[in-house]
């Protein structure tokens, strides 16, 4: 199906089960332990084998001796794989570095050996055996010293954020030399790790030269394409299998080290080999979110219109990586004639970045919106009325171009009214609670919605059941819903009696989990299947399925009432189709908004903060399930709260490693730092997106959050933290006197 004009009335419209809340149908299997993760498919195969992965020791360098004897003759070790036997390896289109080093290392815990033994503990005591000689060189690992020399470089995330070296609008400099009212300021962000909740993990299984791989992956079809690539072998002879995975946030986007050393393993061992990433290898052996350097510039004019508005950021990677997109959002958000945006890309040899949640946006919010906060503070304007006055409609580098929907005044005018935004004391540091300093913040939410082709199979049986199947996954956000929500709309039978497949490359390929485009395309590409199905039936009962209508489990036409199980009788009818898109996105700009309010409070003796209340008001286009939506935007704040105030990657500057690699050091909010969250989803529905109407909300309930809590500190403190996470070491000393 060719979507290239603005979606019409169409069966989604009904809204009988799509825009409802319903429970996860996947729910009763998770809550049950019944729905089995990578590491845990032991009905597949008996004779599994164990394997252990052996990282690099240093950052940089050469191996000189890799020697395996002594873990050879470990009790219950088969087999142990180094790149010397696994032979000429290639690498995949997504990967920056190669997954299986030697003799070159490339980061520290590179992979450079697999151990595989019968027991898991087997395979770790042996791994302990390998003893390797290092030729350690030199190494980049200090992103301040390394941007001193950095060339200008653009990228793209490949969803949805992507900026070019250097962009220009109008004559910024002159602009900002004109201005009356300016600001300069500078901004950083640490590294952060994806520390979710299931590890990177893959059981690997040989059947003559089929390659078959249960692992923890977001996108089928790019794993398993560039795991064939990997292994030198036709993409036709791997199938990649994930129906459920443990959280990814972008770190499963890509193939991984688990799922290439699973399969060298279960080659050598000739039997099949399970692996996961330890903890600490999930930090330096994977990818994280990359820090970043930004500096702000904004000029306006004394009523608070801006005039002139610059973001340059800087980051790092191992060679050929690309740049933290960090101010693709400041080409988009608020009005001003004279801009200009800028990324620098400083090689490192610190383990690989790329797309964390909301790549390039994440942290480019969190520095934008503390500029906005400060800026209006300069003009002496409240801070919603500065956002709302410089709104725009158009992309303010292509004004021929108009957005599709954008309601970001809605969003911040109706937050404002429910958080009682009218109560705050603009004047920082003013409103005590006993020994706690209160504050309020706010910061503007912002991600581009991508359009991604997109297919599924649906089957219609004999019982009258309706069975989806597509490569599409469900990382936790609710897939297995939403998906049963649109088969179950379109063919009009209850969600009970819809089964929804997923996750395994043998069906159709969907838009895979990430970067806010999942859900929307996923389910665009299976109203395109039962688009197909629904003109199966009608033409197995003889009816024109142009006006027929799917209700109540029938098929109805005209006087004629045929039951779908009436249609099924003679046999399955299958629907297989996928959506693709046609120039709308080009025509008209696609992206969602809200508003992001938060209260906090500081210990006036500690400097300790304490999250008090947090509100999320999004537009993004119809919302599928909100029940399950207002998980991800929850689950999301609670992401921006940890960017705001703990997570950082601390890097070894001397040996080359983020040295806290573990949920010990490397610290992620709980339960008890996040108080009562509010999200409210504003009516729209965007018919220039996809037949569905829906866009996505599950980076955009990030994008903000860290700038809002940091805003907030500062209304509560007055002390302006640029740096993050906002520690409390970072203003204890400048807090207001007790006296």
């Known amino acids: ?30 809550t049950s332990g019944r729905a089995p993760y990578a590491y845990e498919h032991h009905e597949v195969a008996g004779d599994q084998a164990y394997g252990y992965i052996v990282g690099a020791a240093v950052a940089k360098g050469r191996i000189r001796t890799l020697d395996t004897a002594a873990a050879k003759a470990a009790p219950g070790v088969i087999a142990v794989v180094t790149a010397a036997d696994a032979g000429k390896l290639g690498k995949g289109k997504y990967n920056t570095v190669k997954l299986f080093g030697g003799p070159d290392v490339d980061h520290y ?55 070019p070296p250097v ?10 030399a004109a201005a009356p009212v300016k600001l300069d300021q500078g901004y950083t962000t640490p590294d952060h790790s994806h520390a979710m909740m299931e590890p990177f993990a893959s059981l690997a299984m040989w059947e003559g030269d089929e390659l078959t791989v249960w692992t923890s992956n977001q996108m089928i079809d790019w794993g398993r394409g560039d795991l064939a690539t990997t292994l030198n072998m036709p993409k036709e002879k791997v199938r990649l299998i994930s129906p459920y995975v443990g959280g990814g946030f972008g770190g499963k986007l890509f193939l991984r080290a688990d799922a290439v050393l699973a399969a060298l393993g279960a080659r050598a061992a000739k039997r099949p080999v399970k692996v996961a990433l330890t903890r600490p290898q999930m930090a330096n052996n994977a990818t994280h979110r990359p820090a970043t350097r930004q500096r702000i510039r904004i000029g306006a004019t004394r009523d608070g219109m801006i005039t002139a508005i610059a973001h340059e950021s800087g980051s790092g990677d191992q060679p050929g990586g690309s740049p933290e997109t ?12 004279n801009r200009l945006t800028a990324m620098r890309l400083a090689v490192l040899d610190l383990p690989e970045g790329n797309a964390m949640r909301a790549p390039g946006e994440a942290p ?49 005018r109706e937050g404002a009214e429910r958080f009682g935004w009218s109560r705050r004391n603009a004047t920082p540091a003013r409103v005590r609670d006993g020994r706690w300093l209160v504050g309020m913040g706010v910061a503007s939410a912002f991600r581009n919605h991508i359009n991604y082709p997109s297919g599924a199979r649906v089957r219609l049986g004999r019982d009258g059941r309706v069975t989806v199947e597509t490569d599409m996954t469900d990382i936790g956000t609710g897939s297995y819903t939403i998906i049963a929500q649109t088969a179950a709309e379109m063919m009009g039978v209850p969600i ?52 027929a209508r799917f209700a109540g489990g029938k098929v109805v036409s005209g006087n004629r009432s045929v039951p779908l199980t009436e249609a099924a009788a003679q046999g399955e009818l299958t629907g297989e189709d996928k959506i693709e898109y046609g120039g709308l996105d080009k025509t008209w700009q696609l992206s969602t908004f809200g508003a992001h309010f938060v209260e906090v409070g500081v210990d006036a003796y500690t400097g300790a903060t304490r999250l008090r209340r947090m509100l999320a008001v999004c537009a993004a286009g119809r919302i599928i399930n909100p029940k399950s939506a207002r998980s991800q935007v929850i689950g999301a704040m609670t992401m921006g709260v940890g960017s705001a105030l703990m997570e950082e990657l601390a890097v070894d500057t001397r040996f080359g490693l983020f040295i806290n690699h573990d949920l010990a050091t490397y610290e992620v909010p709980v339960h008890a730092d996040i108080p009562h969250q509010d999200v409210v989803f504003l009516d729209e529905a965007d018919d220039k997106a996809n037949p569905m109407k829906a866009k996505g909300v599950g980076e955009l309930g990030l994008c903000g959050v860290g700038a809002a809590v940091a805003n907030a500190i500062y209304n509560a403190t007055g002390v302006r933290v640029r740096d993050y996470p906002v520690t409390l070491d970072k203003h204890l000393s400048k807090l207001p006197s007790l006296a």
């Open 364 to 412: 480019g919010m969190m520095a934008l919106e503390i500029a906005i906060d400060e800026m209006a503070e300069q003009l002496k304007l409240d801070p919603v009325d500065f956002r709302v006055r410089n709104d725009t409609m158009v992309d303010p580098e292509k004004p021929e171009r108009r957005f599709s929907e954008r309601q970001l005044v809605r969003c911040l």
């Open 109 to 163: 815990h590179q992979a450079i050996a697999l151990v595989v033994a019968e027991t898991f503990e087997q395979a770790r005591a042996a791994a302990a055996l390998v003893r390797v000689d290092y030729a350690r060189t030199a190494g980049r690992f200090d992103l301040d010293s390394a941007l001193k020399t950095a060339p200008l470089t653009g990228g793209d995330s490949d969803e949805g954020s992507g900026a």
């Open 496 to 547: 009970e009696q819809v089964s929804v497949k997923l996750g395994d490359s043998a069906f159709p390929v969907s838009a895979g989990s990430g970067g806010q485009f999942g859900a929307a395309n996923a389910t665009a590409g299976v109203y395109a299947a039962c688009v197909k199905l629904r003109e199966a039936v009608a033409q197995r009962v003889g009816v024109n399925s142009a006006d």
């Open 326 to 337: 960090a101010v693709n959002q400041t080409k988009l958000l608020y009005a001003g004639k």
């Open 1 to 30: 199906m060719k979507f290239d004009t603005p979606a019409g009335t169409n069966p989604i419209d009904a809204m009988t089960v799509v825009g409802r809340a319903h429970d996860r149908v996947d729910g009763p299997l998770k």
């Open 167 to 176: 962009d220009r609008t109008g004559a910024f400099e002159k602009a900002f």
